[in-house]
C-alpha cells in the first residue's frame, strides 16, 4: 500500500457539486493506493502509521491530538510514467481488490479512535485543502 499523507488545516472532498467528507485541522488529508499484493494486514499497519504519524504541529500525531482525517482512494499513486508521455497503471490493484483495503485501513482507523471523513471510491472528486508547512511525507508499506 501507498499513502501521500499531508498535514492541514482544513480539506474536503466533493462529488457532484455535493461535499462528501471534510475535515478542520490540524489532521491529514491522506492519499491510498494498493496493488496486487496488499493484504488486509498491510491495511491494518497502514492505519497504525497514520494514526500515530508525528507531523502535526509540535511533533504530534492524531492519536495524541485527535485529530482527524480525510482518507481518499487514489490508484494513481501506483502510476508508472518512466517511459514515454503517458502513465500505466499495471501495478495499481483493480477496484474490486482496492475498495475493500482502503475500506479496511478507514476501519481500523475508526477502532483506534479517529475521526475519518473519506471520499466516495471510484468517484470523479475535487478534493481541496489548505497543506500547513506544507507538509507531504509518502508511506510504502
Keep these: 500500500m501507498r499513502a501521500v499523507a499531508q498535514r492541514v488545516s482544513e480539506a474536503k472532498v466533493v462529488v457532484g457539486g455535493e461535499t462528501v467528507g471534510e475535515i478542520g485541522g490540524p ?7 494498493v496493488t496486487h499484493d496488499d493484504t488486509k494486514e498491510k491495511a491494518a499497519a497502514l492505519a497504525r502509521k497514520l494514526w500515530t504519524l508525528r ?18 482512494s487514489q490508484f494513481t499513486l501506483y502510476g508508472d510514467a518512466r517511459k514515454g508521455r503517458r502513465p500505466t497503471w499495471n501495478a495499481a490493484a483493480p477496484g474490486h481488490v482496492a475498495e475493500p483495503l482502503v475500506d479496511e485501513v478507514v476501519a481500523r482507523l ?13 468517484a470523479e472528486m475535487r478534493v481541496s485543502l489548505t497543506n500547513e508547512g506544507p507538509f507531504t511525507v509518502v508511506i510504502d508499506i
Design 110 to 122: 475508526r477502532e483506534l479512535g479517529a475521526t475519518v471523513a473519506t471520499g466516495v471510491f471510484g
Design 27 to 33: 489532521g491529514l488529508c491522506v492519499l491510498v493506493g
Design 55 to 72: 507531523i502535526l504541529p509540535g511533533e504530534q500525531s492524531c492519536s495524541d491530538t485527535g485529530g482527524p482525517l480525510l482518507v481518499i
